[in-house]
T-cell receptor, first 116, second 112 residues
Framework: GAVVSQHPSWVICKSGTSVKIECRSLDFQATTMFWYRQFPKQSLMLMATSNEGSKATYEQGVEKDKFLINHASLTLSTLTVTSAHPEDSSFYIC????????????FGPGTRLTVT | QKEVEQDPGPLSVPEGAIVSLNCTYSNSAFQYFMWYRQYSRKGPELLMYTYSSGNKEDGRFTAQVDKSSKYISLFIRDSQPSDSATYLCAMSAYNQGGKLIFGQGTELSVKP
């Protein structure tokens, strides 16, 4: 299957600072990337959908000014958590799709964010 | 009622057993069906992808989709301890921009 990477895999930051997470599709062009959040023992919660060169579409209840998403190229999307607070601590996972609507989505390994 | 229902388990089986995992759904517009395996603290790994109804086999894994009953299944033959993980079903409709709707996930433990 296709490979998606995320960086960093684990980050600790202080409350009030910003953190950027990168998501890369390594062997295919991802026209669409998705960002998820996952709490322990729970399923994935979609935060936003981003298409290359377009503004991201955020799910209801997700603050777009707090979770900034950029999809500048067909292989890279970034999620920036601005002014992070302890309640933002979570497991953030991206996925990438090659473009066919309904096509396979491949997930990155996830980024564990801890805000102190 | 959730769009996708999946028994969260946990499900514990002995090594070598056949495992059956299931999801039901309510949205008849779903056309694409996937099963993911997720190990603790890792991203989900795509196991099976099926379009519309039918069966698909890949090694020890078989996915079945019955759109008339709005029911999908994943069978694991000759289960191994390395199969111990959480299994997530996911589905999408053509007109939803590729957005996946996930089940809760079933936690599977295969005992040696």
């Amino acid at each position: 299957g296709a490979v998606v990477s995320q960086h960093p895999s684990w980050v600790i930051c202080k409350s009030g600072t910003s953190v950027k997470i990168e998501c890369r599709s390594l062997d295919f062009q991802a026209t669409t990337m998705f960002w998820y959040r996952q709490f322990p023992k729970q399923s994935l919660m979609l935060m936003a959908t981003s298409n290359e060169g377009s503004k991201a579409t955020y799910e209801q209840g997700v603050e777009k000014d707090k979770f900034l998403i950029n999809h500048a190229s067909l292989t890279l999307s970034t999620l920036t958590v601005t002014s992070a607070h302890p309640e933002d601590s979570s497991f953030y996972i991206c996925s990438a799709s090659g473009g066919q609507l309904g096509g396979e989505q491949y997930f990155g390994p996830g980024t564990r964010l801890t805000v102190t | 009622q959730k769009e996708v229902e999946q028994d969260p388990g946990p499900l514990s089986v002995p090594e070598g057993a056949i495992v059956s995992l299931n999801c039901t759904y309510s949205n008849s517009a779903f056309q694409y069906f996937m099963w993911y395996r997720q190990y603790s603290r890792k991203g989900p790994e795509l196991l099976m992808y099926t379009y519309s109804s039918g069966n698909k086999e890949d090694g020890r894994f078989t996915a079945q989709v019955d759109k008339s009953s709005k029911y999908i299944s994943l069978f694991i033959r000759d289960s191994q301890p390395s199969d111990s993980a959480t299994y997530l079903c996911a589905m999408s409709a053509y007109n939803q921009g590729g957005k996946l709707i996930f089940g809760q996930g079933t936690e599977l433990s295969v005992k040696p």
